[in-house]
């Protein structure tokens, strides 16, 4: 991503966010990770295929993710991970109007899985960011998510994992 991009490019960007764009954070089972599942991060543009020259102009800024067309005229340009995400997101942060609870909720989901070493956090954190995921169901209105924090706690339990209260 360039050091520099212009406060007037930024401003657009949020906009376009705000109006094309959605700020994803899901629970995704993983069957190779210790508390079996991985939060991702992602955002996504969508545009006409006609103007998917937008998205690309975006791709050119950003130097990550991907475009796909899809079979129904639409053009998405993803951006998948949290260093990616929560770094666009600290960028476009201050142009934000709409999406300003999601970029807060993306923050804070941010600061509970960052550890300064390459430790792995212990479980209890893990369900409080998975329980702020559980937010972007409702602020993106969505229907089909189907994994929860309280899917997280049942493995947990089951796997002897879930934090004990000494």
Do not use: W
Request: proline letters at 3%; a positive charge; aromatic letters at 12%.
């Amino acid at each position: 991503m360039p050091t520099t991009i212009s406060p007037t490019t930024k401003s657009y960007i949020a906009g376009f966010l705000d109006g094309d764009g959605c700020i994803m954070f899901q629970l995704i089972r993983r069957k190779d990770y210790v508390y079996g599942y991985q939060i991702r991060a992602s955002i996504v543009f969508y545009q006409k295929t006609t103007y998917r020259y937008h998205l690309e102009y975006l791709k050119d800024i950003f130097q990550v993710g991907y475009i796909r067309d899809r079979t129904d005229g639409v053009t998405e340009y993803t951006i998948v991970g949290l260093e990616p995400v929560i770094k666009i997101l600290k960028l476009l942060q201050p142009y934000i109007c709409l999406k300003k609870g999601h970029v807060e909720v993306a923050l804070k989901i941010n600061s509970l899985l960052r550890t300064k070493t390459k430790k792995r956090i212990d479980s209890s954190k893990f369900i409080r960011a998975a329980q702020l995921v559980d937010q972007f169901g409702v602020l993106n209105d969505s229907k089909t998510r189907t994994i929860t924090s309280r899917d997280l706690k049942m493995f947990l339990r089951q796997h002897n994992l879930y934090p004990r209260n000494d």
